[in-house]
């Protein structure tokens, strides 16, 4: 058996998997997120740690794991001194405090967006080490070891500060043409190369499983930890998209339309964010989606009804249907842009909240189309997309979304552990129970979605459009 771990930012995944790759058994530990000032969001690395070992300690037959592998939020930043102490709260990947200093470096250095793969955004984890300098200096001061989330809990588990080529590729800290570390970047985000971890290839070992270790989770000493892989290229492993044009769609609390590509190639004026895959001589195109399918989750809480309830309400009328821009924390592509908000218009005295949530699944649906535009500049998508993560629950949501861009999406089997599953993977590789051809191999589908005719959402999808040009100079002023 194979385990593999996802530290999530709603909450941590746990898996089981046997050795052809299926799926025995999951469980999950939810995590909270920190808000402490405006634009901020924040979690204790060691809530997660204790979630691993809430959720491994869930699952059976934990004597028969031979290889755990890694999975994990990409983008955050995970600050340790000279003991491996934390220093501060994680800073994570829908942070958008350092905004003045992104926009230093695409002012005073834009050339260095073609080597980072993406054009410098407040998610993205160098910046926020340019923010430390400024407004904790105290803090970088002490710095001596920069993590990415599950590279924070791989050296939990083996001691050993190591990260994965898909990790260090998110960074705006890696030259992804290179392959290694960038001290231009660095340079520019007031990051000291000292504190960069170790790049491995996602199936690579990384460390064995400490004695401390293995009595916290009931598992075998020395067991082997793969590197893993930053959770949007470990679901693409878990859906075979490995390979030159292969594509899928994440629908979690964030959203990813990604394909994959064998040769490096970058747009980031567009938004577009062109990084390292996990793999040797693998990048990807992605373009990611800050708010995924967050939105409905949040509407449902404001009107304090269940998410499924408000579907089946939805799902009755697409008329008199208001529009909705789902940037709950700002937008990266194609936007870029992190102080926009989201909201409706065209609500009136009948609207109901099943009116109300369809205008929500149309919002996501054209915050996708917007993303398979930029990705599609850059090379086709497959007539075909993968789909996988929590959103891809609702058929309506999926529907919708196949209806606006025009391809048929497939829902992966157990679409919700997606990451989880990619990084099992690669420890089955590390352990030789599977090879790299095995992970080109498409997964099992439980619903194909279609596109039907575009319909009412032609123009709607330019009004979508015109209202966040005609709301962008509002911009923090409400």
Avoid at 17 to 29: H, I
Wanted: proline share 6%.
């Amino acid at each position: 058996m194979y385990l593999g771990i996802d530290i999530g930012t709603s909450g941590v995944k746990a898996v089981r998997m046997d050795p052809s790759g299926r799926l025995v058994q999951a469980a999950s530990v939810a995590l909270t997120i920190s808000h402490a000032a405006p634009g901020w969001s924040e979690q204790a690395p060691e809530d997660w740690w204790q979630a691993v070992c809430r959720a491994v300690r869930q699952l059976d037959g934990l004597g028969d794991v031979r290889a755990i592998g890694l999975s994990g939020q990409m983008h955050g930043a995970v600050l340790l001194d000279g003991a491996g102490a934390v220093l501060r709260p994680a800073i994570l990947w829908n942070d958008g405090r350092c905004s003045a200093e992104c926009a230093a470096v695409w002012r005073d250095a834009p050339d260095l967006a073609q080597v980072a793969g993406v054009r410098p955004m407040p998610g993205l984890t160098g910046p926020k080490l340019a923010w430390v300098a400024v407004h904790e200096p105290q803090v970088h001061a002490r710095i001596r070891h920069l993590l990415l989330p599950k590279d924070y809990i791989g050296y939990r588990l083996h001691g050993r500060f190591v990260t994965d080529r898909g990790d260090a590729g998110g960074s705006f800290l890696f030259d992804q043409a290179r392959g290694r570390w960038s001290d231009a970047l660095c340079a520019a985000t007031r990051t000291d190369p000292a504190w960069l971890p170790e790049v491995l290839a996602g199936i690579e070992v990384a460390g064995t499983l400490t004695a401390q270790a293995a009595e916290a989770l009931g598992l075998p000493g020395g067991l082997p930890v793969v590197a893993g892989a930053a959770d949007a290229p470990a679901g693409a492993l878990a859906a075979g998209v490995v390979r030159d044009g292969r594509g899928m769609i994440s629908l979690g609390t964030s959203g990813q339309f990604l394909v994959a590509a064998q040769s490096y190639s970058a747009a980031p004026d567009q938004g577009l964010h062109s990084f390292a895959h996990t793999l040797p001589d693998t990048w990807y195109h992605m373009a990611a989606l800050l708010n995924g399918a967050r939105p409905m989750q949040w509407f449902a809480d404001m009107v304090q009804a269940p998410v499924a309830a408000l579907l089946d309400e939805a799902a009755v009328t697409d008329q008199g249907i208001p529009l909705f821009l789902p940037y709950l924390t700002g937008e990266r592509t194609p936007h870029g842009d992190d102080t926009i908000r989201a909201g409706f218009y065209g609500i009136g005295n009948a609207t109901t909240r099943g009116q109300m949530l369809r205008g929500v699944l149309d919002g996501i649906a054209y915050a996708f189309a917007d993303a398979a535009q930029v990705v599609g500049d850059q090379m086709p998508p497959p007539e075909v997309m993968l789909v996988q993560g929590g959103g891809a629950r609702s058929p309506l949501l999926l529907q919708t979304i196949a209806d606006v861009i025009g391809l048929t999406l497939a829902r992966i089997a157990g679409a919700e552990a997606g990451p989880a599953i990619g990084a099992a993977r690669l420890a089955a590789v590390a352990d030789g129970a599977m090879t790299l051809d095995d992970l080109a191999q498409q997964p099992e589908t439980d619903l194909t979605i279609t596109p039907g005719d575009m319909g009412r959402h032609g123009a709607r999808l330019q009004a979508y459009r015109q209202m966040y040009q005609a709301l962008k100079p509002l911009r923090g002023s409400v």
